[in-house]
């Protein structure tokens, strides 16, 4: 098994009829997917999408792929190709045509109005092609066929690449649901044609590796809901990603059902199903959404939103309900409030937190952990082995996971009957060339998080972001000292700001006559130079503060020369 190595050095040139895989996100987290293909001098790029940002980040808004690597080759890009409308697929499309606005977007038609919508904010016009499953385009030297996958969201594609280095297959995200609700099967006649012809390498989805067996059937999530609805005496508030169009109907049918009207919260939400609606993927029965001013005049027991905040996001329209900032609604007892979405891993705290919030407030909580109220939209342990055993690739490269996603599938990969040394576990930007047939890790290019702080992108760094922290956990303490220029005794001061520690203004008073003493013995030392004597101070407040509370605050020592 080949392991990514982080003293890699830059690649070496691509040999010629060779094909260079480069993924610059989407591997060792789950999100921020982007891989840039190079063959024959032309990029093509699949996928460019964010992550969302943990509580270690705090500030930072989304976190983009590192685009540099490929900045002084935006000419050379034939295309940028989108398996499916999810954030953490097209977030970051905006970001990387405001450097070259006319790249072409390929995708789905819903994947594309998606994109379009986002782009228009920005006041950005893409060059859009339309693609279905079953239908190839030349990009370039890369022929691209799509497949139809089911997902979580309508018109996923797979990907199929052929270049005369060898024929590449790009799953998507994607499951293998036997009864989906629009009918649209992952199409495993087509995965098993081109195991015929020969796949040189797979890149697939790991996401659900550890779990073992086969996905629930979507079907089996109405019943539930409609089951729900019917023993809800309340106001019903159900929270689901903006992107889930199937889930949403499963919610208007079961309203129309109970007789209840639906209004929907949270503007992606509001946009998103303005989109399905206008190309006929959601249904709604006439009269049955309406606004939140005409919702909020009809009896609780005929009520239901449909809202954003399934992950626990603090501004989402279920966040605000949770902390009583939402304008609209206030949670009370008898309200029933559905979680129909799964937890993307890292948002854990911030889900159960919500929970809690609502619970506290009287409503009745229902998610996954209590009822099947939702599904994955990723592939278990039992369909990866079996898209393994129809596809039969040359090398596996698990992409779209953790670490421990990655290193699951590519086990999976080895059950199935690969060479080790034909499965690459690759991080963001390690470089695999496929020559010859196998897939080999050559090299490593620069790929760092990219964190949009408000209007700003890229300007924050990691040391930044460990001072946020530090600012976070141990506080602040601003020291001001006034020092004889000449002789560098203390002559003012000490004097002490403090965030976040005791409200006692008297606390820090053991530490003023220490900063002094320090300072005298600097100055009967000789030592004078401003910057020496603020290092003086913030070990001495430092080694204080660690002894009496326990805790490294950001200090910030101020000497004033008189």
């Given at each position: 098994?080949?392991?990514a190595h ?6 070496p ?10 993924p ?5 987290a ?16 699949v ?34 190709v ?10 970051a499309?905006?970001y990387?045509?405001?450097h ?14 998606l ?11 893409p ?8 239908q190839t ?7 691209c066929?799509f ?6 969201i309508p ?9 005369t ?22 199409d ?36 539930v809901?409609?089951r ?11 929270a ?21 009207k ?10 998103n ?18 606004g939140?001013?005409?919702?909020m ?25 949770a902390?009583?900032d ?9 309200d ?7 937890l993307?891993?890292?948002?854990e ?5 919500v ?14 952990d ?29 992409v ?11 086990r ?8 080790p040394d ?20 050559v ?14 992108v ?7 972001l460990t ?8 506080g ?11 002789n560098?005794?203390?002559v ?43 290092q ?6 430092g080694?204080w ?18």
């Open positions: 098994m080949i392991v982080p003293e890699l050095s830059p690649p040139p691509l040999p010629d009829g060779g094909l260079r895989i480069t610059l996100g989407g591997l060792g789950i999100g921020r997917n982007m891989t840039v293909f190079e063959h024959a001098g032309k990029l093509l790029i996928d460019c999408g964010v992550l969302f940002p943990d509580v270690d980040q705090p500030g930072v808004d989304l976190i983009l792929p590192d685009f540099a690597p490929i900045l002084d080759r935006l000419a050379d890009v034939q295309a940028i989108l398996t499916h409308g999810h954030e953490d697929h097209i977030g499309v905006p990387l045509l405001a070259k606005p006319d790249i072409p977007l390929v995708g789905s038609q819903f994947t594309l109005a994109v379009e919508a986002k782009l228009a904010e920005r006041r950005i016009q060059y859009t092609l339309t693609v279905t499953e079953g385009e030349s990009l370039g030297p890369f022929s066929e497949f139809a996958v089911n997902h979580s018109d996923a594609l797979a990907v199929a690449i052929r270049t280095a060898g024929l590449v297959l790009h799953t998507g995200d994607f499951k293998m649901d036997q009864l989906p609700l629009d009918g649209r099967l992952t495993l006649n087509g995965f098993a044609r081109l195991g015929a012809e020969g796949v040189d390498l797979l890149l697939s989805d790991s996401t659900n590796a550890e779990v073992p067996g086969f996905v629930t059937p979507e079907r089996e999530i109405g019943p809901l409609e729900t609805f019917a023993k809800a005496s309340g106001r019903i508030i159900v689901s990603f903006a992107s889930h169009v199937h889930r949403v109907q499963q919610v208007f049918d079961a309203a129309q059902l109970h007789g209840r639906v209004a929907l919260i949270g503007r992606s939400m509001v946009r199903m303005g989109i399905a609606r206008d190309l006929g993927l959601l249904r709604i029965p006439k009269g049955l959404v309406v939140m001013d005409e919702l005049t009809l009896p609780p027991e005929q009520m239901v939103l449909m809202s954003t905040g399934s992950q626990g996001e603090p501004m989402s329209a279920l966040g605000r309900m902390t009583g939402h304008r609209h609604v206030t949670i009370e007892s008898g029933t409030i559905v979680l129909a979405s799964s993307v891993p890292g948002n705290t911030a889900v159960y937190r929970i809690n919030q609502l619970s506290r407030a009287g409503a009745t909580v229902i998610h996954k209590v009822a099947k109220v939702h599904v994955s939209g990723h592939a278990p342990a039992g369909e990866l082995l079996y898209l393994l055993n129809i596809v039969r690739p040359s090398n596996l490269m698990p779209h996971g953790e670490w421990r996603h990655l290193r699951a599938h590519a999976l990969g080895i059950e199935s009957g690969l060479d034909r499965i690459v576990l690759c991080e963001d930007g390690d470089v695999v060339d496929l020559v010859d047939g196998h897939a080999r890790l090299g490593r290019v620069r790929s760092r998080y990219v964190y949009v702080d408000g209007l700003a890229g300007d924050v760094s990691e040391s930044l001072e946020r922290r530090i600012l976070g956990d141990g602040f303490i601003a020291t001001t000292v006034v020092v004889d220029s000449v560098g005794k203390v003012g001061g000490p004097t002490l700001s403090t965030k976040g520690f005791s409200e006692d203004p008297s606390a820090f008073d053991p530490v003023l006559p220490l900063i002094t003493e320090a300072l005298n013995r600097a100055a009967q030392d000789g030592i004078t130079d401003p910057h020496q004597l603020q003086i101070v913030r070990r001495t407040v080694r503060v660690n002894e009496a509370y326990r805790r490294r605050p950001m200090i910030v020592p101020n000497v004033v020369e008189v």
